[in-house]
Nanobody
Framework: QVQLVESGGGLVQAGGSLRLSCAASGRTFSSYAMGWFRQAPGKERERVAAISGSGITTYYADSVKGRFTISRDNAKNTVYLQMNSLKPEDTAVYYC?????????????????WGQGTQVTVSS
């Protein structure tokens, strides 16, 4: 029902910025909460940020709070992750996810739809 396509990953120097985008299909995009996860080699997938369907409610992991900003443009069926002050430990494959509620989209097991992932590499 929901197809997610991510873009915007790449190589950036520590302290730099990057903006990830996730374009979603469907006419009911605004009814879905959206989230961002990341997975580094040898590590479990971890939640990064989430946003409600309206865009009013947001959540951030402590590790990225103050540096990352999640937003959405429902007219464009797109969710964004603005990443500032990037650190080498931010290096990972970043995935966007969708679920019916913001509580659900904060969990790997409870998220319903996933993008293909985009690589973010931060050099020291």
């Amino acid at each position: 029902q929901v197809q997610l396509v991510e873009s915007g990953g790449g190589l950036v120097q520590a302290g730099g910025s990057l903006r990830l985008s996730c374009a979603a299909s469907g006419r009911t995009f605004s009814s879905y909460a959206m989230g961002w996860f990341r997975q580094a080699p040898g590590k479990e997938r971890e939640r990064v940020a989430a946003i409600s369907g309206s865009g009013i409610t947001t959540y951030y992991a402590d590790s990225v709070k103050g540096r990352f900003t999640i937003s959405r443009d429902n007219a464009k069926n797109t969710v964004y992750l603005q990443m500032n002050s990037l650190k080498p430990e931010d290096t990972a494959v970043y995935y966007c996810a969708a679920a019916r509620t913001i509580a659900q989209v904060m969990g790997v097991k409870t998220s319903d739809y996933w993008g293909q992932g985009t690589q973010v590499t931060v050099s020291s």
